[in-house]
T-cell receptor, first 116, second 112 residues
Framework: NAGVTQTPKFQVLKTGQSMTLQCAQDMNHNSMYWYRQDPGMGLRLIYYSASEGTTDKGEVPNGYNVSRLNKREFSLRLESAAPSQTSVYFC???????????????FGPGTRLLVL | RKEVEQDPGPFNVPEGATVAFNCTYSNSASQSFFWYRQDCRKEPKLLMSVYSSGNEDGRFTAQLNRASQYISLLIRDSKLSDSATYLCVVNGRDSGNTPLVFGKGTRLSVIA
């Protein structure tokens, strides 16, 4: 099993460009998440999907959109990139539906994005 | 009060030392507690779940104090390979159907 995979690993964008970050998991997990991690800020949740067909905003959703394409795949789109979106983006998945005790999240290796 | 607070460190300790991290959380209704480990430029990985009675896994001991709303992680006989950032993770809100909230992490450096 590959676990959680993310593409691309690195990306440089110019302000105003758009891009989609891809995430896939092969663990048959119900829930998937997108986080960003910035120095001194920790992991912040952008969007999540509790199950196939549903998506919800997290702590910092502005400037992003998501699509839960199927149970395996959850993509994050930046429509018009801004320098403030320079960050490391992590996708994660978990087996249980949200709120179950002892739910473990499994993370992908991350995408490092630089917006100039 | 932030939902999950941790001392950012860094904690610089010699090999073989015992080190403890504390984490406080604001939501008294939180039900799930974890410690994750994150190596430099890598993804977070689950280190331990934290159970009400406390739990131990080798050199690592996690404890939960609901009355004071804090979680602790104790590392005994520190190894160089323990150098990492340790993230405290808690349920975010009263409702069960909400994502986890991550603390900003405590950085540990174990020195030879």
């Amino acid at each position: 099993n590959a676990g959680v995979t993310q593409t691309p690993k690195f990306q440089v964008l110019k302000t105003g460009q758009s891009m989609t970050l891809q995430c896939a998991q092969d663990m048959n997990h119900n829930s998937m998440y997108w986080y960003r991690q910035d120095p001194g800020m920790g992991l912040r949740l952008i969007y999540y999907s509790a199950s196939e067909g549903t998506t919800d905003k997290g702590e910092v959703p502005n400037g992003y959109n998501v699509s839960r394409l199927n149970k395996r795949e959850f993509s994050l789109r930046l429509e018009s990139a801004a320098p403030s979106q320079t960050s490391v983006y992590f996708c994660a998945s978990s087996e249980a539906l949200l709120g179950y005790s002892q739910e473990t999240q499994y993370f992908g290796p991350g995408t490092r994005l630089l917006v100039l | 009060r932030k939902e999950v607070e941790q001392d950012p460190g860094p904690f610089n300790v010699p090999e073989g030392a015992t080190v403890a991290f504390n984490c406080t959380y604001s939501n008294s209704a939180s039900q799930s507690f974890f410690w994750y480990r994150q190596d430099c430029r890598k993804e977070p990985k689950l280190l331990m779940s934290v159970y009400s009675s406390g739990n131990e896994d080798g050199r690592f001991t996690a404890q939960l104090n609901r009355a004071s709303q804090y979680i602790s992680l104790l590392i005994r006989d520190s190894k160089l390979s323990d150098s990492a950032t340790y993230l405290c993770v808690v349920n975010g809100r009263d409702s069960g159907n909400t994502p986890l909230v991550f603390g900003k992490g405590t950085r540990l450096s174990v020195i030879a």
